[in-house]
C-alpha cells in the first residue's frame, strides 16, 4: 500500500480506535496516541517528497505527495504533533472526555498531514475542512463557551472555507482541471478580473486560520480557551496552514503584474501584527497574551512572504519555523502553569521560578526567540526581514515591523516577570514542578530554539528547497547548508556571527546560572501591605503592587486605537441579521388560509409573468 | 344550436363551480365551510373533465358497433373512467378532513381557522 | 415467482389491508409483515436495478394487457428504479427503527400506523414508478390522504391542525394537477406520459404554458417549493418521528420526481429552467435563514429540509447534466441524512413537551450514542467531508460555476454558513451545557439503534468513497435528461 494511504488511514483509524479504547481500556489509551503518532512520524519522515499517488473520485483526478514545501510544514507537524500530545498525556490526566479529545487531536493531525499531501484543491478543501471541524470541537471542549466564541471560530472558518470553495469550483470551471499543477500552469490565462478575484477568495480562506485582521477576531479566545497541550498544536501547526495556503497563492496564483495584492497583504500583516501585539500587551490572562502575541507573530510571516523578494521569503518561512517552536513552548509552559497552579491570571500568580525552575528556562528561551533577541533563532529572522524590507524599499513596513517587535518586548517581560519573576506568595510555595513528560516537549523545543540561533543553517536548509519549489532560484552563495554559522545579505558579503553568537550564549547562560542561584539564596520575602503608607488608610481598591494593571501608562496611550474592537462591528451585524431572520419568519404565520392564499397568489403571479418572460 | 347551448353551460357551470369553491376556501373563515368550498370546487373540476369528454351527439361509450350500428358516435370514455376516480378520491379527502375539522373543534373549541394558530413561524 | 415492478405497488397494497387481518391472528404479526414486505421490496430493487443498469434498458411493464399508449405501465428506468430501490430500502430501515417505536399505544392504534404507512410508501413508490400522468395523480393522492392521518396520529399534540393546513394546500396541489391533466388531455387526447412527450410540441404554446404553471405549482408544493410550503414545517413538527423521516426521506423526493418528470420529459421547456433555480435560490435562502430562528429542533430540522430541497431543485435547475447528476445525489444524501437526523433526533426530544432545543442541554451524557449520530448526521447534512453531503454540495457548485452562475454559488455558500451555525449550536448544547432539564429520558430500543447506526454507515462509506454510488446516480442523470430514450423505451414495449 502506498505510505501516503497508509499514513492518513493510521491518522485516522488511529484516531477513532483511540475513541473506542477510551471507551472499553482507558489505560492504554495515552501510550497508544503516543505510539501512534510516532510511528506517523516514523512513517512521514521515510516517505519522502517523490511519493505521487493519482486517483480519481467522482471522475476528479486528484493526486497526492509531498513537494519540499509541505514537507517543511508537514515536519513541524509530526513534531510538534508527537511532543503535544506526549505533553498531554500529563496535562489532560484527570479530565473527562479524553477519547473525545484525542480523536478529534488526531482528526486534526491527520488532516494537516493531508492538507500538506494534497496536490489538487479538492483534496486539499476537504482535509482543510475536517481540520476546521476537528479543531472547533478542540476549541469547545472547555465547554466555557459562554459568548459564543466556539461558535465565532466556525463561523468564521466556515466564511473562510466556503470563499475557498467559491474560488476553487471557479477555477475548475476555466481551468477544467483541480491539479495545483493545472492550475498553476493555466491561471493567467484567465481573465484578470477572475485572476484576482481568485486569489483574494483564498486569501480570504487562509487568511481566516492564520488569522489576519479583519479576520482574526476568532483566534484569542479559539487559543486560549483549548487545552494548551492542543494550543501548542493550533497555534503552532494548525495557524501555518494558513502560512502555507498564502505561499501558494502568492508565489503561485499572484501575477507578477498585481504588485497591489502583495502590498495589500503584507500592509494588512502589518496592522495585524502592530495591533494584536498592543492588544497583547494589555492582556493579564497569559494564556490571552499569547493567544495575542501569536496572531501579531503570523502578521511577521505573512509580511515575509508577501514581500516577494527571497529574502523575506526565507525570512517569513524561517520565522514560520521558529514560531512554531518557541509558541509552541510557550503555550506549555504556560500550561505547565496552569495545571501546577490552577490559572494563569498574571495578576495573582508571581515567583514560581524557585518552584518550576525547568518551566522557567524553557520559558525563557522561547521569550528570547520571540522578542528577536540575540543569540537566538528570532534574531536571525527578525535580521532577514527588515534587510529584505530594506533592500526593497518598503520602509513604511520596517518602522511598523519595528513599532510591533518593539512592543512585542513589554509583553515579553509581562510573562517572564508575572510568572515566574517577583516575590514568591506563601500560597504558592506547595506547587511543584510539572512532570517530567510536559518538561521534556518543552525542553526539546526550547533546544531546537537555542539550535536555530547558533546553527540556523539547519533550519535554511529545508527552506531553500522548500522556495526552490515555490519557484525561487537561490542567488545566494550555497555551501553546505548544515554548516551554515553566518548571516548573510543580499549583497554576498558575509558577516562572521559564530563566534559572537556562541559567546554571547556562554556568557549569558553564566549569568543565568549565576543571578538564578544567587537568587534564590539571598531572597527575602516581603509581604504586599508591607508598605508605607504615610499616615493614609489605604483602601481596598487602591493598587498596591505591580502586578494589577502592569502597563497602565502605556495603556492609556493606545487606548483610543483599541477601543472600538472590529469584533463589534461583526457582532452588531449577526444580531441585525437575526433580527432580519425573525421578520422572514413572519411568512409562516399559523394560518392554514393564508398558506392557501400564498399558493393561489403564486400561481397567479407565474400565469401573469409566464405569458410575458417565459416565452409562452 | 342545442348541443352548443349545452357545452356552454356544461362548461359555464363547470367553471362557476371551481370558482365559488375557491372563494369558499379562500374566503371564509369557518373550517367546515372550507371543506365544503373544496369539495365544490372539485365537483367542478369533475364537471369540467366530463365536459371535455363530451363529443357531439355521443352516446354512452358502453355499446358494441353491433347494437347501436357503425356510424354512431360514442363520447370519450377515458374522462369518464377517471372522473369516477376522482370522485372517489375528492370523497376520501372530504372524509378525512371533516374528521380532522371533528378533532379540531373539539380541541380548539372553536372552527374559526384564523383562531387555530398553535403552530406557526 | 417471477419479479416484476408490479410488486412494487401490489404487495405492500395488499399486505396494508391484510394487517388488520393478521392482528386478529397474533399481535406481533402487525409489526412484521410490514418489515417483512418492504425486506422483499429490497430485495427485488437490487434484482432490478442489476437488470437495468447491466442491460442498458428500462423495464416497462404492461398493467391488465393494455400495451402504451392505451393501458396504464409502470416504468423501472434508471431514475425511477433509483428511487423506487431508495424508498423500499430506506423505508425498510425506518420500519426497523419503528418496530419498538411506541409500544405503549394501544394495538389498534399500531395497526392503523403501519397500514398508513405502507400506504404512504406505497403511494410514494407509485409516483416514482407509474408511466401514466393520471395514475401518478393517483398515487399523489393515496399518499397526500395517508401522509395526512398519519401527521394527525397523536391525538395529544397538534397534529390534526398540521394536518388540517396540509390538507387546505395539499387539495390545492392535488386540484391544481388534476386540472393541468384535465387541459392537458383536452390537447393531446393521451394520458401515457411517453406518448403525452411525443405529441407535446404540437400544442398550442399558450395552452402548454398554462398546463406547464399548473403542473409547476401544483407539484410544487409536494415538493415544498416557496411559498407553497406553509404546511411543511408543522407537518414535520407534528408527524411521529419516524413518519418525519419518511415524509423527508420519500414523500418530497416524490413531489420533487413528479415536478422534474413532468418539466424534463412532458414539456422539456427550456424556458422553465430558470425559474426553478430562482425558485430552488429562494426556497433555500429563506428556509435556511428561518432555521436559524427556531426554538424546537424538529421544526429547526423540517426548514433545515425545505432549504435543502430548495438546492435539490437549483441543481435541477440549472439544468446541465452535470448538475443533474449532482440534484439526483443530493436527494439520495438528502434522504439518508435527514432520515437519520429525523430518527436521532426523535430520541433527543422523546419525553420533552415542547420539543425545544434547549432541552437538549447536557443530554450526550444520558444519551451517548443517539447523540453521536445526531452530531455525525449535523455535519453531513451541512456538507462537511468526509460525509456524504460535502460531495453533492461540491458537485451543485461546481455545476453551477460552469454556467459562470457565481451569485449562486455565493449565495448557496452564504446559506451553508447559515447552516453550520444553527446545526453547531445545537451540537454545542448537546455535548457542553450541564444538564438542567429533568425531562425524562428514553433510550433507544436495540433495532432503532442497528437502523440508524447503517444510516451512519452509509453516510461515511459514501463520503469516503462517492464512486459506490455514483455510477448509478450518472444514469439516473442520463434517463432524466434523454427524454427520447424514454418515448422509444415506452411506447415499443408490445409491440411486435
Redesign the interface.
Known amino acids: 500500500m502506498n505510505s501516503l494511504i497508509l499514513l492518513l488511514i493510521l491518522m485516522f483509524g488511529g484516531a477513532l480506535f483511540a475513541f473506542i479504547l477510551n471507551k472499553f481500556v482507558p489505560a492504554l489509551r495515552d501510550i497508544f496516541v503516543v505510539l501512534l503518532m510516532l510511528g506517523v512520524s516514523y512513517l512521514f519522515f521515510s516517505t519522502g517528497i517523490s511519493n505521487r499517488l493519482n486517483f480519481?473520485?467522482?471522475?476528479i483526478h486528484m493526486q497526492w505527495g509531498f513537494t519540499s514545501a509541505s514537507y517543511l510544514f508537514g515536519i513541524i507537524v509530526v513534531v510538534l504533533g508527537s511532543l503535544a500530545l506526549i505533553y498531554s498525556t500529563a496535562y489532560m490526566k484527570g479530565k473527562d472526555r479524553l477519547g473525545y479529545f484525542y480523536m478529534n487531536f488526531l482528526f486534526s493531525i491527520g488532516a494537516m498531514l493531508g492538507i500538506l499531501m494534497s496536490r489538487d484543491l479538492?483534496s486539499l478543501?476537504?482535509?482543510w475542512?475536517?481540520m476546521?471541524?476537528s479543531s472547533?470541537f478542540i476549541v469547545?471542549y472547555s465547554?466555557n463557551?459562554v459568548d459564543r466564541r466556539?461558535?465565532k471560530y466556525?463561523?468564521f472558518s466556515?466564511?473562510g472555507a466556503?470563499?475557498m470553495?467559491?474560488a476553487i469550483?471557479?477555477v475548475?470551471?476555466f481551468i477544467g482541471s483541480f491539479l495545483l499543477e493545472d492550475v498553476f500552469a493555466s491561471i493567467f490565462a484567465i481573465g484578470s478580473g477572475y485572476q484576482i478575484a481568485i486569489a483574494i477568495l483564498l486569501m480570504i480562506g487562509f487568511g481566516v486560520k492564520s488569522a489576519m485582521m479583519p479576520l482574526h477576531v476568532w483566534a484569542p479566545r479559539a487559543y486560549s480557551e483549548s487545552p494548551m497541550s492542543y494550543t501548542a498544536v493550533f497555534s503552532g501547526a494548525l495557524s501555518k496552514m494558513g502560512v502555507f495556503g498564502f505561499a501558494l497563492v502568492l508565489f503561485n496564483l499572484v501575477s507578477t503584474q498585481n504588485w497591489l495584492i502583495n502590498e495589500v497583504v503584507a500592509w494588512l500583516a502589518a496592522i495585524t501584527s502592530v495591533l494584536a501585539t498592543f492588544y497583547a500587551v494589555i492582556q493579564s490572562d497569559a494564556k490571552k497574551l499569547l493567544a495575542y502575541s501569536s496572531i501579531a507573530q503570523i502578521g511577521y510571516i505573512i509580511i515575509g512572504l508577501a514581500s516577494n523578494t527571497y529574502l523575506g521569503v526565507m525570512a517569513g518561512l524561517f520565522l514560520a519555523v521558529l514560531h512554531a517552536v518557541f509558541k509552541s513552548t510557550l503555550f506549555m509552559a504556560v500550561g505547565a502553569v496552569e495545571r501546577q497552579v490552577g490559572t494563569t491570571d498574571m495578576t495573582k500568580i508571581s515567583g514560581l521560578i524557585r518552584r518550576m525552575p525547568w518551566t522557567f528556562v524553557a520559558t525563557l528561551i522561547s521569550i528570547i526567540a520571540l522578542a528577536g533577541l540575540p543569540p537566538l533563532g528570532g534574531f536571525v529572522g527578525k535580521w532577514m526581514l527588515y534587510e529584505a524590507l530594506i533592500t526593497s524599499g518598503h520602509y513604511y513596513l520596517v518602522i511598523m515591523v519595528f513599532l510591533s517587535s518593539t512592543a512585542a518586548f513589554l509583553y515579553s517581560y509581562r510573562i517572564l516577570f508575572g510568572m515566574f519573576l517577583g516575590q514568591e506568595e506563601p500560597e504558592f510555595a506547595h506547587v511543584k514542578e510539572a512532570p517530567l513528560s510536559m518538561l521534556i516537549p518543552m525542553l526539546i523545543l526550547s533546544g531546537i530554539s537555542v539550535l536555530s540561533g547558533s546553527h540556523p543553517g539547519f533550519i535554511l536548509e529545508p527552506i531553500q528547497s522548500a522556495m526552490a519549489s515555490f519557484g525561487f532560484q537561490s542567488n545566494l552563495p550555497h555551501e553546505s547548508w548544515w554548516e551554515l554559522t553566518v548571516l548573510f545579505n543580499t549583497w554576498g558579503d558575509k558577516v562572521a556571527l559564530v563566534n559572537v553568537l556562541t559567546s554571547i550564549v556562554g556568557v549569558f547562560l553564566i549569568a543565568l546560572a549565576f543571578i538564578t542561584i544567587k537568587g534564590y539564596k539571598n531572597q527575602r520575602y516581603v509581604t504586599t501591605k508591607d508598605i508605607s503608607s504615610s499616615g493614609e488608610i489605604i483602601q481596598p481598591e487602591d493598587n498596591m503592587t505591580f502586578q494589577i494593571d502592569f502597563y497602565k501608562p502605556f495603556e492609556r496611550a493606545i487606548w483610543p486605537l483599541l477601543k472600538r474592537k472590529i469584533d463589534d462591528y461583526y457582532t452588531d451585524f449577526g444580531k441585525g441579521l437575526?433580527a432580519?431572520?425573525?421578520f422572514?419568519?413572519?411568512?409562516?404565520?399559523?394560518?392554514?388560509?393564508?398558506?392557501?392564499?400564498?399558493?393561489?397568489?403564486?400561481?397567479a403571479l407565474?400565469?401573469i409573468a409566464?405569458?410575458k418572460y417565459?416565452?409562452? | 344550436m342545442m348541443n352548443e347551448f349545452l357545452m356552454i353551460s356544461f362548461y359555464g357551470t363547470a367553471i362557476a363551480l371551481i370558482l365559488i369553491g375557491?372563494y369558499a376556501?379562500?374566503a371564509k373563515?369557518n373550517l367546515l365551510k372550507?371543506v365544503i368550498g373544496l369539495s365544490i370546487a372539485d365537483s367542478g373540476l369533475n364537471l369540467l373533465f366530463m365536459a371535455i369528454g363530451y363529443v357531439k351527439d355521443g352516446t354512452a361509450p358502453i355499446f358494441s358497433a353491433e347494437v347501436v350500428g357503425k356510424n354512431v358516435v360514442m363520447v370519450d370514455p377515458v374522462p369518464q373512467a377517471l372522473v369516477l376516480t376522482a370522485i372517489v378520491i375528492g370523497f376520501a379527502v372530504t372524509a378525512v378532513a371533516l374528521s380532522l375539522v371533528m378533532r379540531l373543534y373539539r380541541h380548539h373549541n372553536t372552527a374559526a381557522?384564523?383562531e387555530?394558530?398553535?403552530?406557526?413561524? | 415467482m417471477v419479479i416484476s415492478p408490479v410488486q412494487y405497488i401490489a404487495i405492500p397494497l395488499i399486505a396494508a389491508f391484510l394487517i388488520p387481518l393478521f392482528g386478529k391472528l397474533n399481535k406481533e404479526l402487525v409489526r412484521i409483515i410490514p418489515g417483512l414486505v418492504l425486506l422483499y421490496l429490497s430485495y427485488i430493487s437490487v434484482v432490478l436495478m442489476n437488470q437495468v443498469i447491466s442491460q442498458n434498458t428500462m423495464i416497462v411493464e404492461i398493467i391488465a394487457g393494455w400495451r402504451p399508449p392505451w393501458g396504464i405501465n409502470l416504468v423501472f428506468s434508471p431514475f425511477s428504479g433509483f428511487l423506487a430501490s431508495l424508498f423500499s430500502m430506506l423505508g425498510f430501515i425506518i420500519w426497523m427503527y419503528t418496530y419498538n417505536f411506541k409500544r405503549e399505544v394501544e394495538d389498534a392504534q399500531t395497526e392503523k400506523f403501519y397500514v398508513l404507512m405502507m400506504m404512504l410508501i406505497t403511494g410514494t413508490i407509485g409516483i416514482v414508478l407509474t408511466g401514466d400522468i393520471f395514475n401518478m395523480f393517483v398515487f399523489l393522492e393515496i399518499t397526500a390522504i395517508s401522509a395526512y392521518s398519519l401527521t394527525a396520529f397523536y391525538r395529544e399534540r397538534d397534529g390534526a391542525?398540521a394536518a388540517?393546513?396540509y390538507l387546505?394546500?395539499g387539495s390545492?396541489a392535488s386540484f391544481?394537477i388534476l386540472l393541468a391533466i384535465v387541459l392537458l388531455y383536452s390537447q393531446v387526447g393521451t394520458l401515457n406520459m411517453a406518448d403525452i412527450a411525443q405529441k407535446m410540441p404540437d400544442v398550442n404554446?399558450?395552452m402548454?404554458?398554462?398546463i406547464?404553471?399548473?403542473f409547476?405549482?401544483g407539484f410544487?408544493?409536494e415538493a415544498e417549493m416557496f411559498?407553497?410550503n406553509?404546511?411543511a414545517?408543522d407537518v414535520y413538527t407534528q408527524a411521529p418521528g419516524p413518519i418525519g423521516a419518511i415524509f423527508a426521506g420519500m414523500v418530497v423526493k416524490a413531489g420533487i420526481y413528479g415536478l422534474v418528470r413532468v418539466i424534463f420529459t412532458l414539456f422539456d421547456?427550456h424556458?422553465?429552467f430558470p425559474?426553478l433555480m430562482i425558485m430552488g435560490v429562494i426556497t433555500m435562502a429563506?428556509s435556511e435563514?428561518?432555521a436559524?430562528?427556531q426554538g424546537k429542533l424538529k421544526r429547526m430540522l423540517a426548514y433545515s429540509s425545505i432549504g435543502q430541497m430548495g438546492l435539490v431543485l437549483v441543481a435541477f435547475g440549472i439544468g446541465t447534466h452535470e448538475a443533474v447528476f449532482a440534484a439526483i445525489f443530493l436527494m439520495f444524501n438528502h434522504a439518508v441524512i435527514k432520515s437519520l437526523l429525523f430518527l436521532s433526533g426523535t430520541y433527543l426530544v422523546y419525553h420533552s413537551k415542547e420539543k425545544n432545543i434547549s432541552d437538549l442541554d447536557g443530554i450526550g451524557k444520558s444519551l451517548p450514542f443517539t447523540s453521536f449520530l445526531f452530531a455525525l448526521g449535523s455535519?453531513a447534512i451541512v456538507g462537511?467531508?468526509?460525509f456524504a453531503g460535502?460531495?453533492s454540495k461540491?458537485?451543485i457548485?461546481?455545476a453551477?460555476?460552469?454556467v459562470?452562475l457565481?451569485a449562486v454559488?455565493?449565495i448557496i455558500?452564504?446559506v451553508?454558513?447559515v447552516e453550520?451555525?444553527y446545526y453547531?449550536?445545537v451540537l454545542?448544547r448537546i455535548?457542553?451545557?450541564e444538564r438542567i432539564s429533568t425531562i425524562e429520558i428514553k433510550i433507544p430500543s436495540f433495532n432503532a439503534k442497528i437502523s440508524m447506526l447503517i444510516l451512519a454507515i452509509v453516510i461515511i462509506v459514501i463520503g469516503v468513497y462517492?464512486?459506490l454510488i455514483?455510477g448509478l446516480i450518472e444514469r439516473a442523470a442520463t434517463d432524466l435528461l434523454d427524454k427520447q430514450h424514454y418515448i422509444q423505451s415506452v411506447l415499443s414495449v408490445g409491440l411486435h
Open positions: 480519481d473520485v467522482l471522475g479538492i478543501f476537504f482535509f475542512e475536517i476546521t471541524w472547533y469547545i465547554g463557551d466556539g461558535l466556525m463561523i466556515a466564511i466556503y470563499s470553495l467559491m469550483v471557479i475548475n470551471s437575526e432580519l431572520f425573525d422572514v419568519r413572519r411568512f409562516y404565520n399559523g394560518n392554514g388560509q393564508f398558506y392557501a392564499i400564498y399558493v393561489m397568489a403564486f400561481l407565474l400565469l409566464g405569458t417565459f416565452g409562452f | 375557491l376556501t379562500l373563515k372550507i381557522i384564523d387555530i394558530k398553535n403552530l406557526k413561524w | 391542525e388540517f393546513k387546505l394546500v390545492f391544481f404554446p399558450y402548454k404554458g398554462v406547464l404553471m399548473l409547476f405549482v410544487g408544493i411559498p407553497l406553509g404546511w414545517p421547456v424556458e422553465i425559474l429563506v435563514v428561518i436559524l430562528r455535519l462537511l467531508p468526509p460535502f460531495w461540491l458537485y457548485l461546481m453551477a460555476a460552469d459562470r457565481i454559488i455565493a455558500l452564504a451553508s454558513v453550520i451555525v453547531f449550536r454545542h455535548y457542553f451545557r462517492p464512486d455514483s
